[in-house]
């Protein structure tokens, strides 16, 4: 998954990229995620330009602004739910040197993936050595068809 959203001069004027430690933490989660919905998820990704990081660091939010010859950009749904908001998937990790365990969690709103909820910030943190996964939450089961 990509760590840089938008274009170049978006990213030096709004700052569209996730930290290496942040990536790694949204990977755990997808990676973790069955086959068919890791594929749409993924996919999202590839289609996402802009993110936006919340004052608090606490929450990155994703979205597709780009538009193709005027028409906007065709993003594919985690369909079934009967939810337009709901968890996907969350997961604890362990940080060296942190008393606090950190909770991660993806939400989908309307079928698309559209933010990264964190217990705490991350930012400051600048190796994944640091990060270890405890456990994963299969949310998805409870919102999503068993298929996924």
């Given at each position: 998954?990509?760590?840089?959203?938008?274009?170049?001069?978006?990213?030096?004027?709004?700052?569209?990229?996730?930290?290496?430690?942040?990536?790694?933490?949204?990977?755990?989660?997808?990676?973790?995620?069955?086959?068919?919905?890791?594929?749409?998820?993924?996919?999202?990704?590839?289609?996402?330009?802009?993110?936006?990081?919340?004052?608090?660091?606490?929450?990155?939010?994703?979205?597709?602004c780009k538009?193709?010859?005027?028409?906007?950009?065709?993003?594919?749904?985690?369909?079934?739910?009967?939810?337009?908001?709901?968890?996907?998937?969350?997961?604890?990790?362990?940080?060296?040197?942190?008393?606090?365990?950190?909770?991660?969690?993806l939400h989908?709103?309307?079928?698309?993936?559209?933010?990264?909820?964190?217990?705490?910030?991350?930012k400051h943190?600048?190796?994944?050595?640091?990060?270890?996964?405890?456990?994963?939450?299969?949310?998805?089961?409870?919102?999503?068809?068993?298929?996924?």
């Amino acid at each position: 998954m990509k760590r840089q959203f938008g274009s170049i001069l978006t990213r030096l004027s709004v700052g569209n990229s996730i930290t290496v430690t942040e990536h790694y933490v949204l990977s755990m989660l997808v990676d973790s995620l069955p086959d068919h919905a890791k594929n749409i998820v993924e996919r999202q990704f590839e289609l996402y330009d802009i993110m936006q990081r919340e004052v608090d660091g606490r929450a990155l939010i994703f979205f597709v602004c780009k538009k193709v010859i005027g028409n906007p950009v065709s993003v594919p749904l985690l369909s079934g739910s009967k939810l337009e908001d709901y968890p996907l998937i969350s997961g604890t990790f362990s940080i060296k040197g942190e008393p606090k365990k950190l909770h991660a969690k993806l939400h989908v709103v309307h079928g698309r993936v559209f933010c990264l909820k964190l217990s705490f910030s991350i930012k400051h943190l600048r190796e994944i050595q640091y990060i270890q996964l405890i456990k994963i939450k299969e949310v998805w089961r409870s919102n999503l068809p068993i298929h996924c």
